[in-house]
Antibody, heavy 117, light 107 residues
């Protein structure tokens, strides 16, 4: 059973960079797309972007200028960096696996990141 | 970018009711439409993929239909554990946008 676990600081200061890592267990990270999705409190889901194990990425244009994703296949991990954060970036961040039809079939439990000084 | 809408935004229903939620895409997405269920404080769970394929382990009372721009999620007989928020998502082209969600609560 594939499991995903997000890790990273729960509090980030405005204008700084949010950094999260997702560790994949129970299966190989290879040959899949891996995604980041976020959800502000009480609101809907926002697709941030995805990375393939080759390193190829697709980002949401609304965040593209601030987002960087990377993958470390040796550690079965992938990461998200979001720069120049503001309070509007406060949300629960989910890492997830994209299945064969580009649906999200496995999700992490989510981690709350608060942007505040 | 493809925009997704859902209706209704919320509904109240009773156990045993048949419930239908509609999702519409701003352009044709063929059958690249997925449905998720989310309960408070939990990650979303995949219910239906490719518009009508039931994810393994999901009860058969859930079904999906549609293609092109208009899609439907149906719960044939609502159970207590089905009270949740439901999201559609297009996976036709990036960014893979989600609909705004439909909250199903107890009548």
């Amino acid at each position: 059973q594939v499991q995903l676990q997000e890790s990273g600081p729960g509090l980030v200061k405005p204008s700084e960079t949010l950094s999260l890592t997702c560790t994949v267990s129970g299966g190989s990270i290879s040959s899949y797309y891996w995604s980041w999705i976020r959800q502000p409190a009480g609101k809907g889901l926002e697709w941030i972007g995805r990375i393939y194990t080759s390193g190829s990425t697709n980002y949401n244009p609304s965040l593209k200028s601030r987002v960087t994703m990377s993958v470390d296949t040796s550690k079965n991990q992938f990461s998200l960096k979001l720069s120049s954060v503001t309070a509007a970036d406060t949300a629960v961040y989910y890492c997830a696996r994209e299945g064969g039809g580009s649906m999200i079939d496995y999700w992490g439990q989510g981690t709350l990141v608060t942007v505040s000084s | 970018d493809i925009q997704m809408t859902q209706s209704p935004s919320s509904l109240s229903a009773s156990v045993g009711d048949r419930v239908t939620i509609t999702c519409r895409a701003s352009q044709s997405i063929s059958s690249y439409l997925n449905w998720y269920q989310q309960k408070p404080g939990k990650a979303p769970k995949l219910l239906i993929y490719a518009a009508s394929s039931l994810q393994s382990g999901v009860p058969s009372r859930f079904s999906g239909s549609g293609s092109g721009t208009d899609f439907t999620l149906t719960i044939s007989s609502l159970q207590p554990e089905d009270f949740a928020t439901y999201y559609c998502q297009q996976s036709y082209s990036t960014p893979f946008a989600f609909g705004p969600g439909t909250k199903v609560d107890i009548k």
